[in-house]
């Protein structure tokens, strides 16, 4: 019987997704891949032909309601995004990390008896916070269990490098000194919460600001060496590994005839499930995009009603299969997402980021400072400022080479497959381990 590989994304897309790639390099070598999955998200995994089991991770709602949980959480949070990465910390970065809390909280209570079920001999999580259940199980069982950071890399704090959701540069250490400290400030009673309950779960209490904890096996970061900071302390390579990316495989993707502009560049536009309901956001972008001479695809998720006349240069639809639309694209307007940033890395498209929160911020700031694209603030813009930056983006010779380069590097080493490797590695490592520990 194939050992079983049980991927524990946190409900978002972007980490769900790249952890479908890896299951699917991991199906290749033979290995069953099963995914725990709030019920938000039932439905996604079992359409790449993998089983789904569910965990509650907020309380029992009526479905419709459970599918829009973080959707009406961003969208009640919009007038925040309209400040700074500091200035977001009082209010949507601090409910943020409330309701995150919430998640692990409500897990444990379901978790530990899903684990004793299925049995798995490895666990991949892919969250910013412990879910004590986990660390338990492999304590118990002898099991291993990997940390995925899909976030920034950032995420991982080193004393020279922009603190996590920070959006700054990477020499603005007196930024990063003010940033951490507010941070605390902020964070602070929700992370005594936390630590409350990893006391009563029987688990050391963290460090404040800290959520999670390294895993003593392997922690594969997504971030793809062309934009890694440069750090003082350099992560072990023997408990660190970089992927450079982690694109999964989709359906192709035919691009539509457009009524005009039949030669011109393409421009795809996603700001991610979450941030789809910015509609007049995006509304403006398909107002100035369609004096311009570009085709452009939009994606606008669950809001497609929101849209009735659109120029004959723009088409929306509720969902594409990025990776393939990404891959035919000439420029991406995204909102920094890890998935858009490291397929843009990975195909070689120019970005113009556009944050609203989270590590967009970082992801934007990071996409400028290699010389990948270009960062925008997302309401403070111009119809010429948008129509310079697309221009500077499709044709300057600097951003093209580094991003040709790039892309041939990433490209070179897929991150699906090099992650099924080293997870591969760690499982026959640990049953060598077990067997000569049997022995004695």
């Given at each position: 019987?194939?050992?079983?590989i049980?991927?524990?994304?946190?409900?978002?897309?972007?980490?769900?997704?790249?952890s479908?790639?890896?299951?699917?390099?991991?199906q290749?070598?033979?290995?069953?891949?099963?995914?725990?999955?709030?019920?938000?998200?039932?439905?996604?995994?079992?359409g790449?032909?993998?089983?789904e089991y569910?965990v509650n991770?907020?309380?029992?709602?009526?479905?419709?309601?459970?599918?829009?949980?973080?959707?009406d959480?961003?969208?009640?949070?919009?007038p925040?995004?309209?400040?700074?990465?500091?200035?977001?910390?009082?209010?949507?970065?601090?409910e943020?990390?409330?309701?995150?809390?919430?998640?692990?909280?409500?897990?444990?209570?379901?978790?530990?008896?899903?684990?004793?079920?299925?049995?798995?001999?490895?666990?991949?999580?892919?969250?910013?916070?412990?879910?004590?259940?986990?660390?338990?199980?492999?304590?118990?069982?002898?099991?291993?269990?990997?940390?995925i950071?899909?976030?920034s890399?950032?995420?991982?704090?080193?004393p020279?490098?922009?603190?996590?959701?920070s959006?700054?540069?990477?020499d603005?250490?007196?930024?990063?000194?003010r940033?951490?400290?507010?941070?605390?400030?902020?964070?602070?009673e929700?992370?005594?919460?936390?630590?409350d309950?990893?006391?009563?779960?029987?688990?050391?209490?963290?460090?404040?600001?800290t959520?999670?904890?390294?895993?003593p096996?392997?922690?594969?970061?997504?971030y793809?060496?062309?934009?890694?900071?440069?750090r003082?302390?350099?992560?072990?390579s023997?408990?660190?590994?970089y992927?450079?990316?982690?694109?999964?495989?989709?359906?192709?993707y035919?691009?539509?005839?457009?009524?005009?502009?039949?030669?011109?560049?393409?421009?795809?536009?996603?700001?991610?499930?979450?941030?789809?309901?910015d509609?007049?956001?995006?509304?403006?972008l398909?107002?100035?995009l369609?004096?311009?001479?570009?085709?452009v695809l939009?994606?606008?998720g669950?809001?497609?009603?929101?849209y009735?006349?659109l120029?004959?240069?723009?088409?929306?639809?509720?969902?594409?299969?990025?990776?393939?639309?990404?891959?035919?694209?000439?420029l991406v307007?995204?909102?920094?997402?890890?998935?858009s940033?490291?397929?843009?890395l990975?195909?070689?498209?120019?970005?113009?980021?556009?944050?609203?929160?989270?590590?967009?911020?970082?992801?934007?700031?990071r996409?400028?400072e290699?010389?990948?694209?270009?960062?925008?603030?997302?309401?403070d813009w111009?119809?010429?400022?948008?129509?310079?930056?697309?221009?500077?983006?499709?044709?300057?010779?600097?951003?093209?080479?580094?991003l040709?380069?790039?892309?041939?590097?990433?490209?070179?080493?897929?991150?699906?497959?090099?992650?099924?490797?080293?997870?591969d590695?760690?499982l026959q490592?640990?049953?060598?381990?077990?067997?000569?520990?049997?022995?004695?």
């Amino acid at each position: 019987m194939s050992k079983t590989i049980a991927f524990f994304p946190e409900a978002a897309y972007g980490p769900a997704l790249n952890s479908v790639g890896i299951a699917q390099a991991c199906q290749t070598l033979g290995y069953r891949c099963v995914f725990l999955t709030d019920p938000g998200m039932s439905g996604l995994y079992s359409g790449y032909g993998f089983e789904e089991y569910p965990v509650n991770m907020s309380a029992p709602m009526p479905a419709d309601e459970m599918a829009r949980y973080w959707s009406d959480f961003i969208n009640s949070h919009l007038p925040n995004f309209r400040k700074s990465p500091i200035e977001q910390l009082d209010n949507y970065i601090k409910e943020c990390w409330a309701a995150i809390v919430e998640t692990s909280q409500w897990a444990q209570k379901e978790l530990p008896a899903l684990l004793k079920q299925l049995k798995p001999d490895l666990i991949c999580v892919d969250n910013v916070i412990l879910f004590p259940a986990i660390k338990q199980y492999s304590k118990a069982q002898g099991k291993p269990w990997v940390r995925i950071i899909s976030c920034s890399e950032n995420e991982i704090e080193d004393p020279d490098i922009p603190p996590h959701l920070s959006g700054m540069a990477q020499d603005d250490k007196d930024g990063h000194a003010r940033f951490r400290a507010a941070f605390h400030q902020a964070i602070k009673e929700v992370h005594a919460g936390f630590n409350d309950f990893l006391i009563r779960c029987g688990e050391r209490p963290y460090p404040l600001g800290t959520f999670f904890e390294d895993s003593p096996w392997m922690n594969l970061l997504l971030y793809p060496d062309p934009v890694r900071f440069n750090r003082r302390h350099p992560l072990d390579s023997g408990r660190f590994h970089y992927l450079q990316g982690c694109v999964r495989k989709e359906a192709p993707y035919a691009i539509p005839k457009f009524p005009v502009n039949h030669d011109k560049p393409l421009i795809y536009v996603s700001f991610g499930s979450l941030g789809c309901g910015d509609t007049d956001l995006i509304k403006r972008l398909i107002q100035v995009l369609s004096s311009l001479p570009y085709r452009v695809l939009v994606n606008v998720g669950d809001y497609l009603d929101a849209y009735s006349q659109l120029p004959n240069n723009v088409l929306i639809d509720q969902w594409f299969p990025q990776p393939s639309v990404i891959a035919q694209a000439d420029l991406v307007i995204h909102h920094g997402g890890n998935n858009s940033f490291t397929e843009c890395l990975y195909f070689g498209k120019p970005a113009i980021i556009m944050p609203y929160a989270w590590d967009g911020h970082d992801n934007a700031m990071r996409v400028q400072e290699t010389g990948h694209g270009l960062r925008l603030d997302r309401y403070d813009w111009t119809a010429s400022q948008l129509a310079a930056n697309i221009a500077h983006c499709c044709t300057d010779a600097k951003i093209r080479q580094r991003l040709q380069q790039t892309s041939h590097h990433m490209q070179a080493r897929p991150g699906p497959l090099e992650a099924a490797h080293i997870l591969d590695k760690i499982l026959q490592n640990t049953e060598k381990e077990n067997h000569e520990n049997a022995r004695y």
